[in-house]
């Protein structure tokens, strides 16, 4: 255990843990071997392991992810580091048409991580795109989506001691969140979501950053007695339903709270699939708490305008409750 | 509209040089070039018929030369990967005129089992890296190969494939530069076979006489040769294949190269004269240029060269017998082995 680091810190520890006991492991972007990274994700790394291990690219995302399949191919566990998500159109055909592909055609392994800081912060439209459905609805990827440093860093390793591509989320305000890690060979399993406050009444269902406005509007309601179960999912894919529908089966009630457009989103997703899998136990219809469909624009007041809060959250239990009642809510 | 794009030169066959080429492999390069062009020639009606192969495929008759001269420039631990078109690469990496031709039927017996098709061939134990559906992809897969061979120290070569209509992608040059900045054992290969699709190399780029030229500014050596005489395409890639060797870094290398079938199977051709397609063969048919030097050279006579074709044909007559007769996959497979960690696949069957 490694007391209180930060998210960024975490991803550093797994990082150098993993590349001190794989030496076929190798981290590939911009800007990687003297600043770290644009989040220090890496920093550090790159003069402890040397220039064949931290590699500085030229700015073309589909060389980095390329290098990277192709290096997986033949032998090594890149991990290519985009910075921001949004990078990733410029290496879509390398991740959804190269990398996601090749298992299923050849049985070839393609054991590569493919990490960037996403999710809703400044700087506007063009740096702030969700792609987890995007990679969600691509067969042959593996999306994850930790909210905390101990998750970070065990889904990390589990990442580099798997087979699959994984398309690693971090998100960027998340980045100095701080928290316990685990030691060297703790790894939090890939497909497994985790509860990370009991309840009875509700079932809210997030992951990443939103987690802590799915916790924070269940403290607001704890106030009404209304006790709330908040399910981080940690991976998008594989989607641990079967935790999910334990606890629907439990609440009757059940609400998806995402930070993406609400349109073929993530949180469409579960919703369907809890409605399909769990009909007979639901009280109310399954919401969906997303953000708003438009780009995401740069004052930070049209910005919130646009995210779920904490207040929207609270509003939809209430609401939910007083229009749908159970015999087992107060 | 179209436009003749004449071979300059006298109207007859050009002749090849053996010099710098090893002697003794060339009968084996001249059963392969067969091999291929048996293999390849067979395909239409296949396509065609509506109960054999599914869809169209890409043929690379009259591309012989590049894909042998190329790959006998390597050692057997090198790695190669395709574009689009691609069943000249694969046989001469050493696939079997059974695994290709199974695979494009579809069949469990195929290289990839049936799941691949023509555009997604595979042998990783021979190094071949498999056919790619995407334009420009290749050299990326290769690329990334040749990385992965530099950080190991494996001493494998990589040789990625593109044609000149892929050498108009962004990503092909986004690869190229990677791999001169980094100084990987790649050699890049341009295909150049003067159409992309329909559309001559003329119209697609200003220009037109050299996509080498291109390469050049990335800082790399890269030269143009007659992809139609398979001991230039060797001569040169046996040399970029010594400086990869070295640790001096990628070539890049352009084949100029004719396609005398369509793009794909079922193609009816309006953007281009027959007389040309006819002319190319006259005077650059690289299988009749290497039998010529080879006669001339009293290496292989009349009657042998015709023993070579009559075996590359039974090899074909023997792979689609081998395809017609290989069990289809079972439907309940289709959803298998998409991620090594399980994923509810769903589905109309759930």
Redesign the interface.
Known sequence: MSENVTVGQAFQQGMREEMGRDETIFVIGTDLFIRGGHFAQVKGIGPEFGADRVIDAPISEAAMVAAGVGAAMNGMRPVVDLNFMDFAFGAMDELVNQAAKARYLWGKAVPLVVRASSGIALYAAQHNNSLEAWFMHTPGLVVVMPSNPADTKGILKSALRGEDPVVFFMHKRLTGARGETGGPDDLVPIGKAAVVRPGRHVTLISSGIVVQKAVKAAEVLAGDGIEVDVIDLRTILPLDIDLVMESVRRTGRAMVVTEEPPYASVASEIAASIQEEAFDYLDAPVARITAAHAPIPHAPQLMEALLPQVEHVVQAVRGSISRWPSSEEV | MTETRAVAGPDELIEIQLDGVPLGDLEEWLETMLLIREFEESLEPLTMSGTQIPGSVHQASGQEAVAVGAIRALEPQD?V?SPHRPHHHALAKGMTARVVMAELWGRTTGC?GG??GTM?L?D?SLGY??S???VG?AI??????????K??K?G?V?VGFVGEGGANT??TW??V??AA??KLPLIAICENNQYAVETYIGRSAALVDSIARRAEGFGLPSVQVDGQDVCAVYRAVHAARDRAARGDGPSFIEAVTYRYRGHNTGEVANYREQDEVEQWRRTKDPIERLRRALESAGLVDQGRFETLEENARAAVEDAIRFADESPVPDPATATE????????AKGPAQ
């Open positions: 790695l990967a990839a799941r691949g997604h595979n990783f890296f498999g790619n559906g995407i992809a990326g897969i290769a690329m990334g190969a040749a990385l992965a061979a950080l190991r494996t494998q990589c962004g990503r986004e690869f530069n990677f900045m980094q082995r998409v991620t090594a960690l399980p994923v509810d």
